[in-house]
Each structure stands twice: as structure tokens, then as C-alpha cells.
């Protein structure tokens, strides 16, 4: 889907009607998690090499980062489904593009993955109607949510970090279908341990911080809800979305991120074989799969 939205323009109607289309869609989160990975071994974080089925390919990506001209030139050379090949070259067009680099260490290890795992099979999802949260999306990464979080972790005595890992986790990131694989349960794993933080420790809390964030975020959710409410902006969604009015309170449910440190929160058929999935991306020698042409 990914190469076939690249030619998306600015315009409104464009953009929300992409917006639905990908809505529609469960959610693959590990070239995420792989990139996250790869770009903070970059920057010299080497507690992300901790299990040798995983090291291996961080570390290709990693490469790729400090030498992104040879690597696009090997991935391109691994892609042989037409697939394959659209993926890795919208992947390679939006790496030009620029962006954060984490962000673009995602779409490097987004091309890997396509040509080293093959693409996953896309399956439409039924429609379900869901209020829109506002206060979620003032999170981490908008200045009120910043603020929002301090105060938060102030009042409760919650260390910043801890907190804002546990909001992303657990809020942030939540999505209606999420079947992504062993790479972003890894690096989210990784990522809690940094903090101090286990799965379950950091559900408990987000569970017990949450209701204190919405608390801090109440008027600034309702202003833009209020701005979301105007003629103009209602018209633009009502004619190009499916009906999804902001609201201010909204039911939560117990579904959250697949827990990274236990298996059994899985349905059987889920459950992530690490083996095997070590085995599937050893397919070729990996110093003749990932270096040849690119070391």
C-alpha cells in the first residue's frame, strides 16, 4: 500500500481519502521497530544488541544508515517481485525526501524487510464506527502534551521517561488490528527496559496515570474539538470521511499492544516463533544475503 500511495498530493480531499483507505488496513509495526533499533545503534546505543537472532540484522540496518547510496543499490538487487520492487522503491523515494532520520531509518528497514521476509498479505478490515479521541492526540509529541505529561508525572511521582514511554505505548500507539511481528514487540521491550520498565509495570501506569492526563488535557481537547465542530472544517471531513466527530470522552476498551515479554497474551495462531523467525531472515548466509555488493 505503501508504494501505491506515493503519487498521494496535499490537497484535502487527498489526503483524508489516503487517511480512510489506510484506516482500513491492520497495522505492520516492525520496520518501526527494527529502524528504532538500527538508528539508536547509530547514535551509539548498543544496549539494543542483546539476543544474536536480532543483532544481525540491527546492525545491517545500521550500516545502512551510514552508507544509504550502497544499500539502496544491494536492496534493489534483492527485490524480484514486482511487489518487492514497488515497495522498496516508494521506500527509497521517501528516504530522499528526508524527514527525521529515525523516520527514515524506518523506510530502510522497511525495504529489508520486504526483499529478506517477503510483503505481508494486506486484509481489509470491516468497518467499525469509533469516536475520535481528541485528548490522545495531544500526546508526546505536540507541546501541550508535553506539558500535559510533566505535570502529570509531577503530580503522581511518576518519572517523566517512564511515563511518556507508557503513554506511547499504551495510547499513542494503539490501533484497532495490530499484527506486527517480533520486531516491534522487540525493540518496544527494549525500549520500556531503558526506563525501568516492564510490560505489565508500565500498563499498570499508564492505567493508573491516564485519567489525570485527560484531567490536564480537558481544555485543550475541547478547543479543538471546538475548532474540529466549525462549517468549514465539519464540511471538509463530512464530504471526504466517513462520520467521525471528535469527542472529549470516550469508552476504552482492554485491547493494548501485543505484550513483548510474554507470549501467551497471543491467540495460539499469534504467537511469534523467534526460531523460526530467525530462520525465515537467515534464509541465504547472512554475510552473503546482506553484504555482498554493500560492505
Same mark, same amino acid.
Given at each position: /500500500?505503501?508504494?501505491?500511495?506515493?503519487?498521494?498530493?496535499?490537497?484535502?480531499? +487527498?489526503?483524508?481519502?489516503?487517511?480512510?483507505?489506510?484506516?482500513?488496513?491492520?497495522?505492520?509495526k516492525?520496520? %518501526?521497530?527494527?529502524?528504532a /533499533?538500527?538508528?539508536?545503534?547509530?547514535?551509539?546505543?548498543?544496549?539494543?544488541?542483546?539476543d544474536?537472532?536480532?543483532?544481525?540484522?540491527?546492525?545491517?540496518?545500521?550500516?545502512?544508515?551510514?552508507?544509504?547510496?550502497?544499500?539502496?543499490?544491494?536492496?534493489?538487487?534483492?527485490?524480484?517481485?514486482?511487489?518487492?520492487?514497488?515497495?522498496?522503491?516508494a521506500?527509497?523515494?521517501?528516504?530522499?525526501?528526508?524527514?527525521?532520520?529515525?523516520?527514515?531509518?524506518? /523506510?530502510?528497514?522497511?525495504?529489508?524487510? $520486504?526483499?529478506?521476509?517477503?510483503?505481508?498479505?494486506?486484509?481489509? =478490515?470491516?468497518?467499525?464506527?469509533?469516536?475520535?479521541?481528541?485528548?490522545?492526540?495531544?500526546?508526546?509529541?505536540?507541546?501541550?502534551?508535553?506539558?500535559? =505529561?510533566?505535570?502529570?508525572?509531577?503530580?503522581?511521582?511518576?518519572?517523566?521517561?517512564?511515563?511518556a514511554?507508557?503513554?506511547?505505548?499504551?495510547?499513542?500507539?494503539?490501533?484497532?488490528?495490530?499484527? +506486527?511481528?517480533?520486531?516491534?514487540?522487540?525493540?518496544?521491550?527494549?525500549?520500556?527496559?531503558?526506563?525501568?520498565l516492564? !510490560?505489565?509495570?508500565?500498563?499498570?501506569?499508564?492505567?493508573?496515570a491516564?485519567?489525570?492526563?485527560?484531567?490536564?488535557?480537558?481544555?485543550?481537547?475541547?478547543?479543538?474539538?471546538?475548532?474540529?465542530?466549525?462549517?468549514?472544517?465539519?464540511?471538509?471531513?463530512?464530504?471526504?470521511?466517513?462520520?467521525?466527530?471528535?469527542?472529549? %470522552?470516550?469508552?476504552? +476498551?482492554?485491547?493494548?499492544?501485543?505484550?513483548?515479554?510474554?507470549?501467551?497474551?497471543?491467540?495460539?495462531?499469534?504467537?511469534?516463533?523467534?526460531?523460526? !523467525?530467525?530462520?525465515?531472515?537467515?534464509? $541465504?548466509?547472512?554475510?552473503?544475503? $546482506?553484504?555482498?555488493?554493500? +560492505?
Amino acid at each position: /500500500m505503501g508504494a501505491e500511495l506515493n503519487t498521494l498530493t496535499r490537497d484535502f480531499a +487527498s489526503v483524508s481519502a489516503v487517511l480512510e483507505r489506510v484506516a482500513a488496513y491492520p497495522k505492520y509495526k516492525d520496520a %518501526a521497530g527494527l529502524g528504532a /533499533m538500527a538508528y539508536a545503534l547509530a547514535e551509539g546505543e548498543t544496549t539494543v544488541c542483546s539476543d544474536p537472532a536480532f543483532d544481525a540484522h540491527i546492525r545491517i540496518i545500521k550500516q545502512a544508515i551510514e552508507r544509504p547510496e550502497a544499500f539502496w543499490a544491494w536492496v534493489a538487487g534483492q527485490a524480484h517481485s514486482s511487489d518487492q520492487q514497488q515497495l522498496v522503491e516508494a521506500a527509497r523515494r521517501g528516504h530522499r525526501r528526508g524527514g527525521w532520520p529515525w523516520d527514515r531509518a524506518f /523506510m530502510q528497514a522497511a525495504a529489508y524487510l $520486504a526483499v529478506i521476509d517477503g510483503l505481508p498479505e494486506r486484509q481489509a =478490515l470491516p468497518t467499525v464506527p469509533l469516536a475520535c479521541p481528541v485528548w490522545v492526540g495531544i500526546d508526546k509529541h505536540t507541546p501541550a502534551g508535553k506539558i500535559a =505529561l510533566r505535570q502529570a508525572a509531577t503530580q503522581l511521582r511518576i518519572p517523566p521517561r517512564q511515563l511518556a514511554w507508557a503513554s506511547f505505548y499504551f495510547e499513542s500507539a494503539r490501533v484497532n488490528a495490530d499484527l +506486527s511481528g517480533v520486531w516491534f514487540r522487540h525493540e518496544t521491550a527494549w525500549r520500556l527496559r531503558q526506563v525501568g520498565l516492564t !510490560y505489565d509495570a508500565a500498563s499498570e501506569l499508564w492505567q493508573r496515570a491516564w485519567p489525570r492526563v485527560y484531567e490536564l488535557l480537558t481544555s485543550e481537547a475541547a478547543t479543538l474539538t471546538a475548532h474540529l465542530a466549525t462549517d468549514t472544517v465539519l464540511s471538509k471531513v463530512q464530504q471526504n470521511l466517513d462520520p467521525c466527530l471528535p469527542q472529549v %470522552a470516550f469508552a476504552r +476498551s482492554a485491547q493494548s499492544v501485543p505484550d513483548p515479554e510474554s507470549s501467551e497474551r497471543l491467540a495460539p495462531e499469534e504467537q511469534p516463533d523467534r526460531n523460526n !523467525y530467525a530462520a525465515q531472515s537467515l534464509h $541465504a548466509p547472512l554475510e552473503q544475503l $546482506a553484504f555482498e555488493g554493500f +560492505s
